[in-house]
């Protein structure tokens, strides 16, 4: 796919999200119907696209679910220790470093590096980024809520009990059995019934307008001049956007050379480059630091509507180094 072709599916993107914005503003869809829509999102729409990835069976390839978890765990141990180092020598910080920390090594795989990653490549790289989500899942509902534990145990915040404890439900949601099915599917060869890959494929279809429209949604629900008028989150999403992934693409390119699997080095980036996870706000808030969660909010609705321009940029940048 040429780099023109990604700018139209972007823009694509862009334009659902403004139906989202237009949508919060006229009233059609409130911040109770978001909630209601988040949950179709992640209950039943990212599932079924994670197993319509898989329903027609086909050849197996080991050797990339392999490749793809090695990738994932080489991916999510660097990303906090590149995070920290950028929040420390940036000095960007100061009382609220767990916040923009969290907004560098938390990349938002599910809600949108699915879905775009789909619309992009199609459903092998589903597949690829659904396996890196089985990694990411334990830096995002282990990791990162420790993180902001401790932080508010350095402030004295009053969390929700259990906050700073890993959350292993997490590991039962909806998205992640799929991607455990998938991955039992994928491995063992299985094709579905075309009626039930069928539907899978319809429903799995609702995860990128839906995403985009949530997305939309929660920008209505914020001042313009607040979202865009803290310079620290304009300099946050560069890192978060570009800076990240660029300096890993070098890592990654020796990883992967040789491993017979083209698509994965530019998922990998791809994903390297996504913005802020959505529930980076809902983690902040559950450790009772109520300031570094506006500032996660910020975050997650700035890098949003910029990586409209980063992603193509980054895969052009990708594209012309090789990957």
Request: net charge positive; charged share 10%.
């Amino acid at each position: 796919m040429d780099v023109s072709n990604v700018i139209s599916q972007m823009m694509m993107m862009l334009a659902m999200l403004a139906v989202g914005y237009a949508a919060a503003k006229l009233h059609v869809v409130t911040q109770e119907g978001n909630r209601t829509l988040s949950s179709i999102l992640l209950s039943i729409a990212c599932p079924c696209m994670i197993l319509s990835s898989v329903a027609s069976g086909g050849e197996r390839d080991e050797m990339l679910l392999v490749w793809a978890l090695l990738c994932g765990v080489v991916l999510f141990t660097l990303l906090p220790v590149f995070a920290w180092l950028l929040v420390k020598f940036t000095r960007i910080g100061g009382d609220t470093s767990s916040a923009w920390e969290c907004l560098l090594y938390l990349p938002n795989v599910a809600f949108m590096g699915i879905p775009v990653a789909g619309a992009i490549w199609g459903s092998k790289a589903v597949l690829i980024v659904a396996i890196l989500n089985l990694v990411f899942s334990f830096l995002l509902f282990g990791f990162a809520p420790i993180h902001f534990g401790r932080a508010a145990d350095k402030k004295k915040a009053d969390g929700i009990v259990g906050a700073r404890r890993f959350p292993w439900r997490a590991l039962l949601s909806p998205s992640m059995l799929a991607s455990y099915a998938a991955l039992i599917l994928y491995v063992c060869g299985i094709s579905l019934p075309k009626t039930v890959a069928g539907t899978l494929s319809y429903l799995g279809g609702m995860t990128t307008p839906i995403s985009m429209i949530i997305s939309g949604v929660n920008l209505a629900s914020m001042p313009l001049r607040t979202v865009f008028g803290n310079g620290k989150v304009y300099f946050m999403s560069f890192l978060r956007l570009l800076v990240m992934p660029l300096a890993l693409y070098p890592l990654f390119a020796f990883l992967l050379r040789g491993c017979g699997e083209e698509l994965l080095l530019p998922i990998v980036i791809f994903i390297a480059g996504m913005p802020c996870a959505s529930t980076t706000p809902v983690l902040a808030e559950a450790a009772g630091l109520r300031e570094e969660s506006r500032l996660c909010s910020l975050g997650v609705l700035v890098s949003t509507v910029f990586s409209v321009a980063t992603i193509p940029l980054l895969f052009a940048l990708t594209a012309m180094w090789g990957a």
